[in-house]
C-alpha cells in the first residue's frame, strides 16, 4: 500500500504539486493523468525521492519513503521511464540485472531472474540476451526497461509514460502486456500518462490533477458515470463515453449461451451455429448483415472471454456479423456475444448514471 499524504512540491513559491493525498492499495494500479505541466511527473519523482519534497509525507507499507536508506529505496521501488534509460554499452541481460547486481546478488539468482523476465516479456533469451539496446526496436527496448524495473521484485512500480514514444500500434500490443504482467505479478503500480485511453486500458484506480491538485480519485467507471466536475467531464471526453465505457468492459460479462438451434420466434435475430466434432463452430447460420445463409467461421472474428467489448463490436463491425462466437484455447464453442449483448452496457450506464 503506498499513501500519499498532503504531498506539495513548491519551485519559487508556486505551488505545482498541492497536497496531494491519496491512498493506492497493494495490488493497484494507479494511473496519475492531467493536462501537461499539472503536476503528475514531480508527484511520481517525489515518491523515489528523485525530487525532493516541499512538504507532506509519502508511506510505503508502513514506512515513509524520505527515511528509507538508498538500498532499500531502489530494491522497494522500481521505475521505467519513457526513455527507457537502458546502459547503452550494456547487453539487454546486464540492464535487467542493474539492481540485483548493485544488491550483490549471487550470480545463479541473478542469471534466473532475467530468464524469468525475459519470458514474462516475451524476449527469447537465446535471441536477447547478448543484445545491445541499438539493436532494439523501440517496443523491445520498452520491454527491457520495465523489465529491468521489476528485476528486484519491488513493492511498487513507478512508470513515466513509459510508452510515450512509440507508434500506436505497439503501444497496444505493450499496454495488453502491461495489463498481463499486473494481473501475473499483482504489484503495485503507479502510472503517468496523458492519455485517457490508456488510463482506461490499465488503472484500477485514477487520479486526475490539474494545477497541482487532485481534482477526483476514483475507479475509472465512476469517474466516466460520475465526474466530480466539469473539468473533469471535459478532460474525459463525454463525446466518446460509450465507446470508452466498451473498453472497459469484458466479453465474459455479457456473453450468454450459444444458439446451438433455430428459434423462429426470433425473426431477424434467428441464427445457429455449426460445430465440428471438438466442438469448434465451423459455420454460423444467419446473423450476417449481408446473407442469412451459412457463413463459415473465420478465427478473425471470433472472440474470447478476455477480450473487450470495443474489440469485440469492431470485429462485428469489420466483418458484417451480428453475433461473435466465444471460443475456449481449445478453439471450443463456449458462448457468444451479440450485438444486444454489447449495447447492454448503455442500460448499465444509464442505471448508474441515475
Ligand atoms: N525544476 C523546476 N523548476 C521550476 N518549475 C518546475 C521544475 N520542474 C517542473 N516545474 C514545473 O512544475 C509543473 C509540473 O511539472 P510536471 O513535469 O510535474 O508536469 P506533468 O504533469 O508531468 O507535465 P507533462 O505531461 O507535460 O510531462 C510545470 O508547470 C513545470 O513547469
Known amino acids: 500500500m503506498i499513501e500519499l499524504q498532503g504531498l506539495t512540491k513548491t519551485y ?17 494500479f494507479g494511473v496519475l493523468i492531467g493536462p501537461s505541466g499539472c503536476g503528475k511527473s514531480t508527484t511520481l519523482k517525489m515518491i523515489n ?32 521511464i519513457q526513455s527507457t534509460g537502458l546502459f547503452p554499452h550494456w547487453s539487454v541481460a546486464q540492464n535487467i540485472a542493474t539492481v540485483p547486481q548493485l544488491l550483490k546478488w549471487p550470480k545463479s539468482r541473478i542469471d534466473d531472474r532475467v530468464d524469468e523476465l525475459m519470458a514474462m516479456f516475451h524476449l527469447d533469451p537465446s535471441e536477447f540476451r547478448h543484445k545491445y539496446p541499438h539493436q532494439l526496436s523501440g517496443g523491445q527496448a520498452q520491454r527491457v526497461g520495465v523489465a529491468r524495473a ?59 490533477l490539474n494545477g497541482g491538485r487532485l481534482v477526483q480519485y476514483d475507479r475509472p467507471i465512476e469517474m466516466m458515470v460520475t465526474p466530480a466536475d466539469d473539468f473533469v467531464r471535459e478532460f474525459i471526453g463525454q463525446a466518446d463515453l460509450g465507446l470508452k465505457l466498451l473498453s472497459r468492459r469484458w466479453v465474459h460479462q455479457y456473453q450468454r449461451p450459444p444458439s446451438l438451434a433455430h428459434h423462429a420466434t426470433l425473426p431477424g ?24 445463409g451459412v457463413t463459415p467461421v473465420k478465427s478473425e472474428w471470433t472472440a474470447t472471454p478476455d477480450m ?23 478453439g471450443k464453442l463456449i458462448g457468444e456475444i451479440g450485438m444486444q449483448g454489447v449495447m447492454g452496457i448503455q442500460a448499465e450506464q ?5
Not at 519559487?12 to 493497484?28: C, F, M, P
Not at 470495443?310 to 481449445?330: N, T
Request: charged share 25%; proline share 4%.
Open 12 to 28: 519559487a513559491g508556486k505551488h505545482v504539486v498541492d497536497d496531494v493525498s491519496l491512498t493506492l492499495e497493494t495490488g493497484e
Open 49 to 80: 525521492r528523485l525530487i525532493p519534497l516541499s512538504g507532506g509525507r509519502i508511506i510505503l507499507n508502513g514506512d515513509d519513503v524520505n527515511t528509507l536508506p538508498t538500498e532499500q529505496l531502489r530494491r522497494r521501488i522500481g521505475y521505467a
Open 150 to 208: 521489476l528485476a528486484a521484485d519491488p513493492e511498487v512500480l513507478l512508470m513515466d509514460e513509459p510508452f510515450g514514444a512509440v507508434d500506436p500500434i505497439t503501444r497496444e500490443v505493450l499496454q495488453a502486456e502491461m495489463k498481463r504482467v499486473h494481473q501475473q505479478t499483482g504489484k503495485t503500480i503507479v502510472f503517468v500518462t496523458h492519455d485517457m485511453d490508456e488510463a482506461l486500458q490499465l488503472a484500477t484506480r485514477i487520479a486526475l
Open 269 to 292: 435475430l434467428d441464427h445457429c451455429w455449426q460445430l465440428d466434432d471438438a466442438g469448434r463452430p465451423v459455420a454460423l447460420e444467419g446473423a450476417r448483415l449481408d446473407d442469412g
Open 308 to 330: 473487450s467489448l470495443k474489440e469485440a463490436l469492431s470485429r462485428m463491425v469489420w466483418y458484417r456479423v451480428m453475433v461473435l462466437p466465444v471460443i475456449d484455447e481449445a
Open 350 to 354: 444509464r442505471v448508474h448514471a441515475s
